[in-house]
């Protein structure tokens, strides 16, 4: 297992050190938004020919094991383990990592069957605004109509 920790830590000096000279370049991602997203997924998908393979059911199948792997990373953990994970150079990688497959599969199904995202979350959070109206929903874990 140390050999494992010490892997995931070299990857993640090497990750940090490679940001720094991102950022003292000025080529860090920080205004990379869904929109720039978005776009760089479909040029990586189109660059390999991959639009042959990416139908909605087999996007579908891939974010579902993709979300099993996040979940695998919390599965048999308590609360404060899988914190400390997460906060560890080795295990924030990986939920990172896994995080974004997740996010980058959405966009891509979004993509293919012709849905905005930034327009989806939008309008889902105004229909949000009136069924959880905060005068009734704060501070409850539970639907207000419940």
């Given at each position: ?9 070299e990857v993640f000096e090497k990750e940090r050190t490679k940001r720094m000279v991102e950022e003292q370049k000025g080529t860090t991602r920080a205004g990379f938004d869904l929109g720039h ?110």
């Open positions: 297992m140390a050999e494992v920790v010490e892997l995931g830590s997203a978005s776009e760089a997924i479909s040029d990586f998908a189109s660059a390999r020919d991959w639009e042959q393979f990416h139908t909605p059911r087999n996007l579908m199948l891939a974010l579902v094991g993709e979300i099993g792997e996040l979940a695998e990373l919390m599965q048999w953990r308590t609360e404060q383990e899988f914190l400390e994970f997460w906060k560890s150079p080795e295990g924030g990688i990986r939920v990172r990592e896994e995080f974004a497959d997740i996010l980058i599969y959405l966009i891509r199904i979004a993509q293919v069957i012709g849905i905005n995202p930034a327009e989806a979350i939008s309008e889902k959070l105004e229909r949000n605004e009136s069924r959880f109206p905060i005068s009734e929903a704060y501070g409850h874990a539970y639907r207000p109509e419940q």
